[in-house]
């Protein structure tokens, strides 16, 4: 996983950068929960053994620390690729968080291997 820093100045906004995204092909919103990462555009429900979080972005609040947020994008095995939001720090889903660090480390062992 990498952080893109090729955004340009224009793209400092999380909804400007979700834009872009969009046009990138990235159309389907996902949600975590205990089951897994769902696709609202296909019902379809993602173990983190099929989903690769392609890059990730991160936004800071300049006036409150609670206004801090995180945009995966994330490819899954079936070719749906879409976008989870998040905050980060105390204000992040846990469901998330762990969701996260599982595709992370099955990635890590992915690279590991070869």
């Known amino acids: 996983m990498e952080v893109n820093n090729s955004i340009g100045t224009e793209m400092k906004t999380l909804s400007a950068l979700t834009t872009?995204?969009?046009?990138?092909?990235?159309?389907?919103?996902?949600?975590?929960?205990?089951?897994?990462?769902?696709?609202?555009?296909?019902?379809?429900?993602?173990?983190?053994?099929?989903?690769?979080?392609?890059?990730?972005?991160?936004?800071?609040?300049?006036?409150?620390?609670?206004?801090?947020?995180?945009?995966?994008?994330?490819?899954?095995?079936?070719?749906?690729?879409?976008?989870l939001i998040d905050a980060y720090g105390s204000q992040g889903d846990i469901n998330i968080s762990n969701f996260i660090v599982e595709v992370e480390n099955i990635q890590k062992k992915v690279h590991t291997d070869k």
Do not use: H, M, W
């Open 20 to 83: 872009l995204l969009e046009k990138e092909g990235f159309n389907t919103t996902f949600q975590v929960d205990e089951s897994g990462l769902k696709s609202f555009a296909s019902d379809r429900v993602y173990s983190p053994n099929e989903v690769c979080v392609s890059s990730f972005y991160r936004f800071e609040g300049e006036s409150n620390p609670e206004d801090n947020s995180i945009l995966y994008a994330i490819e899954a095995i079936s070719g749906e690729k879409g976008l």
